[in-house]
């Protein structure tokens, strides 16, 4: 059982190629609280996915922001990350 447990888990975060930018917007702003300390994230909205997005500590993203992304393609699906452009005013502004 360990095994399948830990085959998913790498095969989940093993990227198929290079990532590429993509977009979403900010819906909720989280604190997930873990042995090393605090970790701001995002609820961020992707087309019609909505994943879950680690901040840097110094964005400054607020909810309706646009914020870069790099979207990873992996074996059982997409992982991403917070790109280098951080957030930006919300759509319209």
Do not use: Q
Request: glycine residues 16%.
């Amino acid at each position: 059982m360990l095994v399948l447990v830990l085959g998913g888990m790498f095969l989940r975060a093993m990227a198929i190629g290079p990532g590429h930018s993509t977009y979403g917007a900010v819906d909720e702003l989280t604190i997930r609280e873990t042995k090393f300390g605090t970790l701001p994230g995002a609820w961020v909205r992707v087309g019609e996915r909505r994943v879950y997005v680690v901040l840097n500590r110094v964005s400054r993203c607020a909810i309706g922001s646009r914020i870069e992304l790099v979207e990873h393609r992996t074996l059982l699906g997409r992982r991403y990350e917070a790109g280098l452009g951080g957030c930006s005013g919300p759509k319209g502004v």
